[in-house]
């Protein structure tokens, strides 16, 4: 998959595309990032990016003729290449919408800075506006980041040969079920027995649990939307004989992890 960034700022990128998981992507050649400096597309003297609205109002606006040069000049190499902009106005970016961006085989991401984008640039060349959630940002450019994170882990082999984003807990509108690792104990905190015994199917069915646990305790709103098999709608019952579900979920690890360990042995 390509992706070009247009942004004012592309050494924002430098570093997160180039650590890690993305890293790794990039020199395999899964993903083919490219980073457009807007202010190269302009032809003033002075290279000038933005201007005040019309109208009047406190800010300055992105100027359409350097956006739309520089979206021309990616689609002059790849005419079908899809236009997205990054703004708390688009739809809300979800795990479903990664999966469907990651079949495209080019997407242009625009990251926009001030009061936005003149609107024009918006008629003529977005194809599609994503927000990654309700809160506002200097600018596109983390949005972009987050974008590209979540899309890059569908991309077949950037998670390594026998991994799959869609085996995440997510994919299955649940939470992920706890982790450990060593210690056994840890300030009086122990690792669930289970985890201990080398019983597969127990361990499995603890997990199942425990994600269903998880998920009715934190989002019962992702609960009423999964669709559950007739195993979790029962691991469900018996997760709520114990937990009431709250309206806002205190997460404290560790200070009373005995009393909670207490629930979760009750099984
Ligand atoms: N911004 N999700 C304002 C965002 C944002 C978001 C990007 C700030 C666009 C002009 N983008 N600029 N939330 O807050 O995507």
């Not at 040069?69 to 005419?79: F, G």
């Not at 425990?210 to 992702?222: C, F, G, H, N, V």
């Not at 997760?239 to 909670?260: F, K």
Request: one cysteine or more; glycine letters at 8%.
């Amino acid at each position: 998959m390509r992706i070009d960034i247009l942004t004012l700022f592309p050494n924002m990128f430098s570093s997160p595309l180039r650590e890690s998981i993305l890293g790794r992507a990039v020199e395999k050649g899964l993903l083919q990032i490219q980073t457009i400096n807007i202010r190269d597309f302009t032809l003033d003297k002075h290279q000038v990016v933005d201007d005040a609205p019309y109208g009047g109002g406190q800010g300055m606006v992105m100027k359409v003729e350097p956006i739309a040069r520089a979206i021309e000049s990616v689609k002059a190499q790849n005419p079908s290449a899809r236009t997205i902009y990054l703004t708390p106005q688009g739809k809300p970016f979800h795990q479903d919408l990664a999966r469907r961006l990651s079949t495209q085989s080019h997407l242009i991401l625009l990251c926009g800075r001030y009061e936005g984008i003149d609107e024009r640039v918006r008629e003529l060349f977005i194809d599609e506006e994503i927000s990654i959630g309700d809160y506002v940002l200097t600018g596109g450019e983390l949005a972009a980041m987050v974008l590209v994170d979540a899309v890059s882990r569908f991309i077949p082999g950037v998670l390594g040969s026998d991994r799959s984003a869609e085996e995440d807990s997510f994919f299955n509108s649940l939470l992920e079920y706890p982790q450990y690792t060593r210690p056994v104990e840890f300030k009086g905190c122990r690792v669930p027995e289970v985890l201990l015994s080398g019983n597969h199917s127990a361990i499995s069915l603890w997990r199942r649990r425990e994600a269903i646990r998880q998920t009715s305790l934190r989002r019962p709103d992702l609960l009423a939307k999964a669709s559950l098999t007739d195993e979790e709608k029962g691991l469900l019952e018996e997760v709520l004989e114990v937990n009431q579900p709250m309206i806002a979920p205190a997460y404290r690890p560790g200070r009373d992890c005995g009393m909670r360990m207490k629930d979760k042995n009750e099984f």
